[in-house]
């Protein structure tokens, strides 16, 4: 059964650093276009971030500067490195993976910003 795992989340302080892992299995990750969302309490699930399978980048405004996106097709993984954390960035991070009609979710990890 495909499915992706994200890996990273916790607790971390203001101004603080975490990198977040997405590792794709049973499918051929290579071909995907994947991309970080984030939902917060009371809030629309919203785009984060996103890597084309050729490796081109998109950020949301919020985040330009701070967050980096990756893949390592090798691993079949892609990543989202979160510098200079704020509170409002608290919620829980999904990876989404997208190729012609077929797109599956991971089940998401929880990021806490707070002192």
């Known amino acids: 059964q495909e499915q992706l795992v994200e890996s990273g989340g916790g607790l971390v302080q203001p101004g603080g650093s975490l990198r977040l892992s997405c590792v794709g299995s049973r499918i051929t990750f290579i071909l995907y276009h994947m991309d970080w969302y984030r939902q917060a309490p009371g809030k629309e699930r919203e785009l984060v971030a996103e890597?084309?399978?050729?490796?081109?980048?998109n950020y949301q405004d919020s985040v330009k500067g701070r967050f980096t996106i990756s893949r390592d097709n090798a691993e079949n993984t892609v990543y989202l490195q979160m510098n200079s954390l704020k509170p409002e960035d608290t919620a829980v991070y999904y990876c989404h993976a997208r190729f012609s009609k077929l797109e599956y979710w991971g089940q998401g990890t929880q990021v806490t910003v707070s002192s």
């Open positions: 890597i084309s399978n050729g490796g081109n980048t």
